[in-house]
């Protein structure tokens, strides 16, 4: 991307202003959702079903919320939703740096904790109205900027958290997290940005987009993170227990995903296209399960290691032309669009948490490589036959 198109992007109405939010936000997420399960285990003392319990009731309240903030949105685009959502985070965050109570924490999950993480889909949805005033192509690099801020706070986040936790606890950790959240319902507030009305990314997509295919893109993104979230609870077990390696080993392959991923999406916002490639998204399945299958069949360190380029390459592809397909799909509904995409994150990991001890008790946590990697095939497999039927369709209207 030249000088100039990345000035465009900056001067695109409301962008500047979301990326900064977009960076404060999620790394208050990143730092507090990296140390709730200690949190809930070590403080609160819950027991497993207590912790399970807790996780669900989280996930649930957060897809509930991330629905009904994006069909207001959408109604007519305003601020406050994504206010009080940061809100409450901010408010969330700070009570658990002095909860100890599991019912407590339990109540403050439901009621805070989940609503907070629609933040996450509402920044897409308000920086989205004013790139698309600049036209295809920069808003389709405007969301995949978006994406790589998003991801790069999963970097910043847990190294913050992982400091602050040695210095100051628990307390500094949700402390640091509550304040992020405030700074960036501060910085909305002060420079406001403008609400304009999303249009599509495709001037050529059709008024409404058929079920099967945007059911399929759906579907297809959910088993991809409930293969991620499920592939990464092997990965930490595999690497200490079977391989007999440290927790070091595990925060390297998880850092040096996390940096290969921020790379692939910023080549995404220097050389994004004006509509979702979908044959790109497909083949980012294809290698999010050759990653499955190389470590499942050749579980050794060193192949974890090199894999991790596999990872974050698929991740990365995924993510982003995921988002777009749906945005694409959803003409004039940036909200329900962003939202969607957000809660095929949040309903795998509610699948993959449920799934993963069921399936390593039975199988053990090595096996879950392989499952991962059907479960990306068919991810793959959905998108293609979501094309098929689309273009099957359109052909048929022309006849």
Known sequence: MSLSNRLDLLRAPGFAIAAIVMLLAVTAQAMAASYMTLLAVERANMSPFELG?????????SIGATSLFARIFDSRPR?????????????????CTIIVNRWTLMIVAL?????????????????????????AALAAQGMA???????????IGPALGAFLIHVWSYAGVYGAASCCSLAALAALFAFRPPLIPAVTTNETVRPVAFRWTIKA????????NIAMFMGSTALSIVVVKDLGASERDVGLMFSLCAAVEVIVMALFVLLSGKRANRSLLVAGFAVFSVYFLSVALLPTLQVLYGAQVLRAAGIGVISVVGMLLLQELSPGRAGAASALFANTTNAGWLVAGIATGTWAGLFGYHSI??????LSFFGGALLISGSLLGVETKSSRAR
Do not use: E, H
């Open 369 to 374: 490589f392989g499952l991962c990697a059907a």
């Open 217 to 224: 893109a759906a579907l297809a993104l959910t088993f991809f």
């Open 79 to 95: 601020l406050w939703p994504l206010a009080l959502s940061l809100a409450m985070g901010t408010l969330g965050y700070g009570l």
């Open 53 to 61: 319990l807790f996780l669900t009731l989280s996930g649930i309240s």
């Open 145 to 155: 900027a978006l994406r790589m801020i998003a991801s790069l706070s999963w970097v």
């Open 111 to 135: 009621l805070l904790l989940g609503p907070a993480t629609a933040s996450f889909p509402l920044i897409y949805a308000v920086a989205k109205g004013g790139l698309d005033q600049r036209g």
